[in-house]
């Protein structure tokens, strides 16, 4: 029964594995008041080997606009061990950029972050975004005991190159509480060379929004960070913020010996148009990945159940004899 039954779930494990891969078309489903809570969700990622190559990303007239947002974050800790970051041929231009913010509160107590010995490399990626409009209304995002641990992950990344044009963001009330959130990397390395980025009239919009962080620590040891030539261009860019209100509590993130190669990745939306107010809990979710090597990924949802039907029979080999009765035929007996 165990064998037949591997039988039949071994195809339904290489369906959901193929289908993971296609990227879903934009979404235009209005949502209102999201709410998406995570409890004690645990990932743990070892020997992680993520490779994209020749990535494009173009965004244009991207529109975002969040109202009654609340953001908290409890006991997060981010720890980064021998960071390195090196770029080169960046460069940034800003033309006619406003930032408006009203009402903005901002509290950080006891956060503490360690980088140490961290590497970031980035060549030549490009990312270009046209037309996006995404609108959230009331969303509340809960996480609590999140651990995420990523163990030599690898991520290149290629001639990159980022133009944001017409940009607009506005956020309204805005809450999020992460608690006891823990990410630990080791060893990450990142580099990037000759990134550009674009952002033309891009207009971003915050009102109510309540920003509070307590218990946070920053400790980088040995990060080195080079910047050469970098561009990057923003053009009309309008952020405007309304009393907008984090809390961040104890996050601790780690990051030891994480690497990510990504080449020449291409990713393009255009007058893409998103309205959100999903509602999604997650609590006590553990993902391990260990030495895991994918070009793109996608994790399926928890309501999809595979349902397995199959009829098992139990068949006894013919009765061969030289003397009557000479044989009988095969028994089957459906279990």
């Known amino acids: 029964m165990v064998l037949l039954l591997m039988m039949f779930v071994n195809p339904v494990n290489v369906w959901l594995e193929n289908i993971s891969t296609v990227a879903a078309p934009p979404s235009t489903t209005p949502t209102t008041n999201q709410t998406s809570t995570t409890i004690n969700q645990t990932t743990t990622t070892t020997g992680e080997i993520v490779t994209t190559t020749g990535e494009t990303t173009s965004t244009a007239n991207q529109t975002a ?73 009331g969303e509340t995002t809960s996480t609590t005991n999140q651990t995420a641990t990523t163990t030599g992950e690898t991520t290149t990344t290629t001639g990159e190159t980022t133009s944001t044009a017409n940009q607009t ?26 990134e550009t980025t674009s952002t033309a009239n891009q207009t971003a ?9 307590t218990n946070q620590t920053a400790t980088s040891t040995g990060e080195t960070e080079t910047t050469t030539g970098e561009t990057t261009t923003t053009t009309n860019q309008t952020a405007t913020s309304t009393g907008e209100t984090a809390t961040t509590t104890n996050q ?21 148009t998103t309205t959100t107010g999903e509602t999604a809990t997650t609590q006590s979710t553990i993902a391990n990945s260990t030495k895991e090597s994918s070009t793109a990924q996608f994790q399926l949802g928890s309501n999809i159940t595979p349902t397995i039907t199959t009829e098992c029979k139990l068949c006894f080999e013919p009765d061969i004899r030289s003397e009557p009765p000479y044989g009988t035929f095969p028994e089957c007996n459906t279990l």
């Not at 010995?117 to 046209?130: F, K, V």
């Not at 993130?253 to 007058?271: L, V, Y």
């Open 205 to 213: 919009t915050t009102a109510g929004e309540t920003t509070s962080t």
């Open 65 to 137: 606009t969040t109202t009654g947002e609340t953001t908290t974050t409890t006991n997060q800790t981010a720890t980064s061990t021998g960071e390195t970051e090196t770029t080169t041929g960046e460069t940034t231009s800003t033309a006619g950029e406003t930032t408006t913010t009203t009402g903005e509160t901002t509290s950080t107590a006891n956060q503490t972050a360690t980088t140490t010995g961290e590497t970031e490399t980035t060549t030549g990626e490009t990312t270009s975004t046209a037309g996006e409009t995404t609108t959230t209304t």
């Open 169 to 194: 963001a506005t956020t309204t009330g805005e809450t999020t509480t992460t608690t006891n959130q823990t990410a630990t990397s080791t060893g990450e390395t990142e580099t990037t060379t000759g």
């Open 252 to 272: 601790t993130a780690t990051t030891a010996g994480e690497t990510a190669t990504t080449t020449n990745q291409t990713a393009t939306t255009t007058g893409e």
